[in-house]
């Protein structure tokens, strides 16, 4: 059933009915496990070199050990299906076309952790897969793969139940702290780490949170074995990854590559290249909040977190947005700021106010009202985000500011005047600015 590389989306026609999905080999991953210890089980993902999907890379094996041992307290598993990052748009593709092998995936996490009950958060846009993977999971209770009659179906003692919940279109709440708050039915608010949630999560018990892909890729390593996986795509980071090609392309969609694909085989061969022959002016590898690549140093990338670390950037969620040479930098910016102001929940100050003075200056910026002071003003603001705030929604948002400045500071530097040539008027008082701002035009 697996041929790399496509692994978690196999090409297989209506493999979201169970039927097709058992006729080719699915559940049978899941049967496999059950001859191992829950901790032979996490050993084998470790071993395979697994790292999360849901954009920060880290080992799925590691964060499967940090869960406590025993059962004197409820555990929870939460599949994050929130994916509400621009230019990420992948995880919906598993729900679709391959639903089985996600609730597959909760199932050995489950055994490996000892977790008897699973949420699966979908973003709440997504009606149309919300809907899929209800059925995927009435279809698996039906058949007893979940829910007590597991245990007739499989022996022992072992039994998951799964909810799918659908979330309510915050971004925020794809942050995994505040999507247990958002599921508790709270506010979505994100809290301070630590406690981590394999000490207290969910309603205050042990819980893990893995994204969609992640856990539908866990399957294939157990069908497979952990060295024949770990031997797909690149060293440090292996297996597919489904690449979300977006923006001036011919062929956007979703794409299942190993790890060591090239960039530049991203965009023309498998994204049929840029409309009108244009060039590469820029590059987002991973999702919005990912810093660019300049299109002078695309040639020769390979796209996997390891090697992008030396172009200052990450692999984030795969989610590869192209911008061909006439694209407005400073404009596209003040869009990507734009939705992280909107996105804030307004917790903590650098987040709540940065974005919106990087907004603010950004406009300036765009509407070529602004002095080269206000470009470093708005490296200054994106820099006192960075790094201080409860969740990284503040780095997502002043991430590609620092990065579109260090790549492209001309074309911002362009449309500002290197005098405030405009005179504001002090409506409060009715009189026009004091006389240093009326500078020369
Ligand atoms: C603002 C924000 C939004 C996020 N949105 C998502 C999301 O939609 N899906 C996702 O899997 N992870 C998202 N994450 C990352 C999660 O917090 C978490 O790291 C991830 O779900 C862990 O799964 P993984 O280890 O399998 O990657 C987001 C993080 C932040 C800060
Ligand atoms: S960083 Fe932003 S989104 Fe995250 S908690 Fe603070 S204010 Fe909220």
Redesign the pocket.
């Given at each position: 059933m697996y041929t790399a590389p496509h692994i978690v989306i196999p090409q297989i026609k209506d493999l979201h009915k169970i039927d097709v999905y058992e006729a080719n080999g699915g559940y049978g991953a899941y049967r496999k496990i059950l001859g191992m210890t829950p901790d032979a089980v996490i050993d084998e993902v470790k071993k395979s070199g697994l790292r999360?999907?849901?954009?920060?890379?880290?080992s799925?094996g590691m964060?499967w050990s940090f869960m406590p041992k025993g059962n004197d307290k409820p555990k929870y598993l939460v599949i994050?299906?929130?994916?509400?990052?621009p230019g990420?748009f992948k995880?919906r593709q598993i729900l679709e076309y391959n639903p089985h092998q996600l609730i597959e995936g909760i199932l050995i996490a489950g055994y490996a952790m000892g977790i008897k009950s699973a949420f699966i958060y979908i973003?709440g846009e997504y009606h149309k897969w919300v809907k899929i993977m209800q059925t995927a999971v009435d279809e698996a209770y039906a058949k007893g793969y979940i829910g007590e009659k597991m245990k007739s179906v499989f022996g022992g003692d072992y039994t998951m139940e799964i909810v799918v919940h659908k979330g309510a279109g915050a971004?925020?709440c794809?942050?995994?702290t505040?999507?247990m708050s958002s599921l508790e039915g709270d506010r979505g608010y994100?809290r301070f780490k630590p406690p981590f949630p394999a000490n207290k999560g969910l309603w205050g018990m042990p819980t893990t949170?893995?994204?969609?892909e992640?856990?539908a890729t866990v399957p294939p390593i157990i069908s497979m074995g952990s060295h024949a996986y770990s031997q797909i795509g690149a060293v440090g980071h292996c297996g597919t990854l489904l690449y979300g090609l977006s923006g001036h392309l011919n062929k956007p969609g979703v794409y299942e590559l190993p790890t060591d694909v090239l960039l530049t085989d991203l965009i023309y061969k498998y994204g049929g290249g840029v409309p009108g022959n244009k060039k590469v002016k820029a590059v987002i590898p991973g999702g919005s909040s990912m810093p660019p690549l300049h299109g002078d140093e695309i040639e020769g990338v390979v796209m996997n977190n390891e090697a992008l670390k030396a172009y200052k950037t990450f692999i984030g969620?795969g989610g590869v947005m192209v911008m061909d040479e006439d694209t407005d930098i400073p404009k596209l910016l003040l869009r990507i700021v734009h939705f992280y102001h909107h996105e804030s929940c307004g917790q903590c100050t650098p987040c709540r106010e940065g974005c919106g003075w990087m907004e603010k200056l950004l406009k300036r910026i765009v509407k070529g009202d602004a002095t080269t002071e206000d470009i470093d003003l708005l490296m200054s603001v994106a820099n006192n985000i960075d790094g201080n705030t409860i969740?990284?929604?503040g780095e997502?948002a002043a991430w590609p500011v620092q990065g579109f400045l260090r790549k492209f500071r001309s074309e911002f530097e362009a449309k500002v005047k290197t005098n405030r040539s405009f005179i504001p008027l002090n409506v409060v008082h009715g009189r026009r600015a004091s006389a240093d701002t009326l500078l020369p035009a």
């Open positions: 999360g999907r849901g954009g920060a890379c880290f799925t964060k994050n299906g929130d994916e509400s990052e990420s995880d973003r971004y925020v794809g942050e995994e505040a999507m994100p949170i893995n994204n969609v992640t856990l969620t969740c990284a929604l997502a």
